[in-house]
């Protein structure tokens, strides 16, 4: 077994596990999706070129350089307002719940928040039942309403306040029990 291989790369690992940075999660509508209208760079090179005729001479070059990149696709103005619209649209559907929360506004690590929810009052959803029970639970007690013969699994009313499921459903067989044996088919 070679230890040496293995010495190293336990230490490449180590010292790999010194500049790794955990992976923390973001609200994907509050970053700017790599929005970038361009690069501006500056740089400089020096080059050295030996010459080996017969004096042995060293020519030195140095120069500076500026580039600048455009990226394709949407225009800059374009791509920065929908960064904004998608950031707006996420305090549309937080602010309700920044404001109906009155500890926030004397709390200084959420002033910003606070100063772009104020005056935004969402409107209510006004689809859910006024007794707070979800459309499913109507549904099946109406469905149970209209068909009381049918057993279903858990068969309750949600509504109606009762809370005992029907005892007079499956039960099991002794353990002796033989189950009966399907009925042949007949080939046609």
């Known amino acids: 077994m ?3 291989f293995t010495g190293l790369l336990i230490l490449a690992l180590t010292i790999l596990a010194l500049f790794v940075e955990p992976a923390y999660p973001r609200n994907e509508y509050l970053n700017d999706y790599g929005v970038r209208c361009g690069e501006f760079e500056i740089r400089t090179d020096k080059r050295e070129t030996d010459y080996n005729y017969s004096d042995s001479s060293t020519n030195e070059q140095q120069y500076l350089s500026f580039t600048y990149r455009k990226y394709l ?3 800059c103005k374009t791509a920065k307002e929908n960064v904004a619209i998608k950031q707006q649209l996420e305090l549309m559907k937080m602010c309700g719940r920044v404001n109906s929360n009155p500890s926030l506004a004397y709390n200084s690590n959420f002033d910003l ?6 005056g935004v009052t969402p409107a209510r959803d006004n ?4 007794d707070s029970q979800s459309l499913w639970d109507d549904m099946k007690d109406d469905y149970k309403k209209e068909n009381p013969e049918v ?4 068969d309750k009313f949600i509504n109606s306040g009762k809370t005992k499921l029907d005892k007079g459903g499956l039960k099991i067989p002794p353990k002796d029990y033989i189950l009966p044996l ?3 088919k007949i080939n046609e």
């Not at 928040?113 to 104020?118: A, E, I």
């Open 2 to 4: 070679n230890y040496y």
């Open 127 to 130: 689809t859910r039942p006024s």
């Open 73 to 75: 696709g949407t225009d």
């Open 151 to 154: 057993n279903l699994m858990g």
């Open 113 to 118: 928040l606070v100063s772009k929810c104020r």
């Open 182 to 184: 399907p009925k042949p």
